[in-house]
C-alpha cells in the first residue's frame, strides 16, 4: 500500500482530540484570561477553581502553575464500581456501561420518563442538542456521585484518564490502583467489541444498525477497521440475497406503495 | 471492486467447471488438443471470466454455449464441513480469494443457504481472527493450522485488527514503538 496510514484517524490523532475536553484545575498563580478560538479562557485566580481545555491544563501541571483536579469517574472506587457493572451485571454481560446522561435525558433509576431535552441555539439561530464532545464531562463536581447515581464513562474516558495519570499523577487518588482498573477496563471491553462480531451482520443489511452506546473514542478508533471489515465482508456475501429480499420487496409494494418504503423504518430511533 | 485490484484479477481467474451445449469447431486448445472440435457434453475448467460470459449467451435468444456448475471449493461437501464446524476448514487450500470466488459465484447462482452458511462462516472465523489479533502467539503458538488456512479477505482483516491493536498499544506506552 502506497499509503502507509490505515484508513480512519490514529490514536495519537484522537488523544489530541481528547486534548479539548474541559478539565478543572486549580491555579497556584494568576493569570490573566486568554481569548482563544475555541472560546475565552477565564482569568486564573488562585485558589478559584476554573474549568479549562485539557491541554492547557496539562502545560500549566507541567510548568507547576496548577493542579487538576481529576473528574469523578477517575476515582478507583468509581472505576472499580463502573467495572463490577461491566463484568457482573446481567444486562451488561454483552452490552457497554451506560455512558453519562446527555442533559435533559432521564437518569438511569427513572427510565420510564421521557426526555426533555432543551435546545440551544447558534448565533445563526438554528436549533441544536449538545452532545459529547461539547459537553463538560471531566470537570470536577462537589457533589460527586452521592446522589445515587452510578458513576459513568464518558467519551473520551481512556484517554483523558491515561493523560491525567502521565502528567498529574499526583493529583489522582492512587495513581497506580486507577493505572490497573483503567487497563482492566479496557481489557475488558476490548473483549466485548471482538465479540460483538455475532451482531455485526445486522448491519450489513439495508436498514440495519448496531448500537455502539457507551463505547469510548478510543476503542471505536481501535475497532474500527476490524468492524468496518466484517460488515463489508458479510454486505458482500450476502450482496445476492439482499439483491432478492429487494427484488421481491419491490414486487411486493409495486402498485400500492412507492419503491421508497422499503427506507421507511431507516429513519426511526 | 476496482479495476486494477490485484485480487479481483486473481479471482477473475479462478476455474469453474463448466459443461459444453453445443459443438464449438476450433475450440479444442481448451482441452489441450489445439485444431481439434470440442464436443457437445464436455466438461472443462474454464477460467471464471471465460465461463461467465460464455453461459449469459441465452440472454442474447441464441441457445447459451456452456452451463456452469458449483466449484469444489462451493460443494455440499464443503458447505457441509463449514456447517459443522467453520474453523477447522482451510478455505485457503480451497481458493485463495474463497470469499471473492463465492461472492462472484453467489452472483451466478441463487442459493439462499449458501448465503446463509458463508455469512456465518465468515462471523464466526472474524471472531477467531480478531482474538488471535489482539494477543499474538507467534509463527509456532497454537492457533497457526487456522491463521495459515485463511483467505485473502480474511488476512486483510487480521492484518488491520492486528495493526490498529498495535497502534493503540504503542500509544498506550505498552508496547515499543517498532
Known amino acids: 500500500m502506497a499509503f502507509p496510514l490505515q484508513r480512519g484517524i490514529t490514536p495519537p490523532e484522537i488523544s489530541f482530540l481528547a486534548e479539548m475536553e474541559m478539565v478543572t484545575i486549580v491555579p497556584r498563580q494568576r493569570l490573566e484570561g486568554l481569548e482563544l478560538l475555541g472560546g475565552p479562557v477565564e482569568p486564573l485566580v488562585p485558589p478559584r477553581r476554573t474549568t479549562v481545555p485539557l491541554w492547557l491544563a496539562s502545560l500549566l501541571k507541567r510548568q507547576r502553575r496548577a493542579n487538576i483536579l481529576p473528574p469523578p469517574w477517575l476515582h478507583p472506587e468509581s472505576l472499580s464500581l463502573i467495572l463490577d457493572i461491566e463484568t457482573q451485571h446481567q444486562d451488561y454481560q454483552h452490552a457497554f456501561s451506560p455512558p453519562p446522561p446527555l442533559p435533559g435525558q432521564p437518569r438511569l433509576r427513572d427510565r420510564g420518563r421521557k426526555p426533555n431535552a432543551r435546545p440551544r441555539y447558534t448565533p445563526e439561530g438554528q436549533r441544536y442538542y449538545p452532545t459529547p464532545p461539547f459537553l463538560p464531562q471531566n470537570v470536577a463536581q462537589d457533589q460527586s456521585f452521592d446522589n445515587g447515581e452510578p458513576p459513568t464513562l464518558p467519551f473520551h474516558w481512556l484517554e483523558v484518564g491515561t493523560m491525567l495519570l502521565d502528567v498529574a499523577s499526583d493529583d489522582v487518588v492512587d495513581p497506580d490502583q486507577t493505572r490497573r482498573l483503567l487497563k482492566e477496563l479496557r481489557e475488558v471491553r476490548s473483549a466485548k467489541i471482538r465479540s460483538g462480531v455475532d451482531v455485526l451482520d445486522v448491519a450489513a443489511v439495508a436498514g440495519g444498525g448496531v448500537a455502539l452506546t457507551g463505547v469510548g473514542a478510543m476503542e471505536i478508533g481501535e475497532g474500527r477497521g476490524f468492524i468496518g471489515g466484517v460488515v463489508d465482508g458479510l454486505r458482500r456475501i450476502g450482496a445476492s440475497k439482499e439483491q432478492a429480499r429487494r427484488e421481491q420487496l419491490a414486487a411486493a409494494a409495486n402498485g400500492e406503495y412507492d419503491a421508497t418504503q422499503d427506507y421507511d423504518d431507516d429513519m426511526e430511533f | ?178
Open chain 2, 1 to 178: 471492486m476496482s479495476y486494477y485490484e490485484v485480487d479481483s484479477i486473481l479471482t477473475d481467474a479462478q476455474k469453474l467447471p463448466c459443461t459444453f451445449e453445443l459443438d464449438v469447431p476450433g475450440l479444442g486448445i481448451l482441452e489441450g488438443n489445439p485444431g481439434e472440435n470440442i464436443k457437445a457434453g464436455t466438461r472443462i475448467d474454464l477460467p471464471l471470466w471465460l465461463g461467465e460470459m460464455l453461459s449469459i449467451g441465452a440472454r442474447l435468444g441464441t441457445s447459451r454455449l456452456v452451463t456452469l456448475d458449483i466449484p469444489s471449493a462451493l460443494s455440499e461437501r464443503v458447505m457441509n464441513a463449514l456447517k459443522a464446524d467453520p474453523r477447522t476448514v482451510d478455505l485457503r487450500a480451497l481458493a485463495p480469494n474463497y470469499y471473492r470466488l463465492s461472492e462472484r459465484v453467489l452472483e451466478l447462482f441463487e442459493e439462499e443457504e449458501m448465503v446463509d452458511t458463508l455469512s456465518n462462516t465468515f462471523k464466526k472465523r472474524a471472531a477467531e481472527i480478531a482474538d488471535h489479533a489482539h494477543n499474538p502467539k507467534g509463527a509456532l503458538g497454537d492457533g497457526v493450522e487456522f491463521l495459515r488456512g485463511l483467505d485473502e479477505t480474511e488476512r486483510q482483516l487480521f492484518r488491520v485488527a492486528h495493526d490498529s491493536a498495535k497502534e493503540t498499544r504503542i500509544w498506550a506506552g505498552e508496547a515499543k514503538k517498532r
